[in-house]
């Protein structure tokens, strides 16, 4: 059988060996013998359901690779017949959301390091050099902020005085000076 056909499996769901969709006899506008365009994902426990369209945005991606049945990569399914991919769902989430439409979206309570981990994993370039550029945008703002430091003397002559208050830079000032 060449690689790239389908074939029935015993429940008559049509399986696609290229791509590893499933079709099932009845499923709402499928034809039999063609090709699912879902694809079913277990990342880490949690199931994603998405397209192959979807997947295939980046054709340099281990997820268009995975579309692909690319005999190079071994890929492991669960009893549902979803790939099995070890990496955290917390943060596949954004990953797949910048597939579908181009944005990306991260939650407050996640890392944008942990997005760009995702994305290398995932060799999607363009959503890792707009995690690099965003995490490099966020570190200049913070390195922009002006650090406020508090000094206390907490003995000294007035001379000294005099002279530390006369060798400062502007925007200092002083509270609570008691003789």
Not at 76 to 85: C, F, P, R, S, V
Not at 95 to 110: E, F, S
Not at 113 to 138: C, H, M, P, Q, W
Request: glycine letters at 6%.
């Amino acid at each position: 059988m060449a690689e790239n056909s389908c074939e029935l499996n015993g429940s008559g769901a049509s399986i696609c060996r290229r791509c590893a969709a499933v079709t099932t006899p009845g499923e709402r506008g499928s034809t039999p013998g063609v090709v699912s365009k879902w694809v079913r994902l277990n990342v880490g426990g949690t199931c994603f359901l998405t397209t192959r369209q979807t997947l295939c945005r980046d054709p340099k991606s281990f997820l268009y690779r995975l579309c692909q049945a690319d005999p190079d990569l071994d890929s492991d399914k669960d009893e549902t017949g979803a790939y099995l991919i070890d990496r955290d769902p917390t943060y596949f989430g954004p990953v797949l959301n910048y597939l579908r439409h181009g944005k990306l979206v991260i939650n407050k309570d996640l890392a944008e390091e942990g997005v760009l981990e995702e994305a290398e994993f995932y060799n999607i370039t363009s959503l890792i050099k707009l995690v690099k550029d965003r995490i490099r945008e966020r570190d200049s703002k913070t390195s922009q902020v002006p650090v406020k430091h508090v000094y206390r003397v907490l003995q000294c002559q007035e001379e000294e005085l005099t002279q530390m208050v006369s060798t400062m830079s502007d925007g200092w000032k002083f509270e609570q000076v008691n003789w």
